[in-house]
């Protein structure tokens, strides 16, 4: 579990929004049945997205998904943290139990951000619109920015 937590900036000061995310990671096909083609590593993920309450009334919603993986919360955590490099089989879990065993945590890069998204009218799911991460003036006013999105490993739910 990793907590994910966004920052913005407005000109009222700080606001921030987080969700715990959690990522189940099996190895798959570990039988003498499974031939070795087919083993490697499944993940689910389970969470919300994130929302940040902004000024008159405004949210800024961070999905858990990204442009290029629909899944992409399973990477946000291995992508925001460095540790030492894990080569071999199963080297994702053995990173993932590092990273949990140090509590580690870290920003994602600019490249790895989840789609960010707002709502005209939150009644209205017609109503969303993509937000540009280095443009939330646009949606949201003058004076509106991402600072980070950061991700801390949890226990907690």
């Known amino acids: 579990r990793y907590r994910m937590t966004v920052e913005v900036m407005t000109p009222q000061g700080l606001r921030s929004g987080s969700s715990v995310i959690e990522v189940d990671l099996s190895e798959t096909g570990d039988s003498s049945w499974t031939p070795p083609e087919a083993r490697g590593v499944s993940a689910k993920v389970h969470g919300q997205a994130v929302a940040v309450e902004l000024p008159h009334g405004k949210i800024l919603f961070a999905l858990l998904q990204t442009p290029n993986d629909v899944d992409g919360a399973k990477w946000f955590a291995h992508n925001a943290i460095r540790t030492p490099p894990f080569t071999g089989e199963y080297s994702g879990i ?14 994602l890069p600019r490249d790895n951000l989840p789609f960010l998204v707002t709502f005209d009218n939150l009644n209205d799911p017609t109503t969303l619109k993509l937000v540009d991460p280095d443009d939330l003036t646009g949606a949201f006013g003058q004076g509106v920015s991402l600072k980070r999105i950061t991700m801390q490993m949890t226990e907690l739910r």
Do not use: I, P
């Open 94 to 107: 053995r990173r993932t139990q590092y990273m949990k065993e140090h509590e580690l945590s870290g920003s």
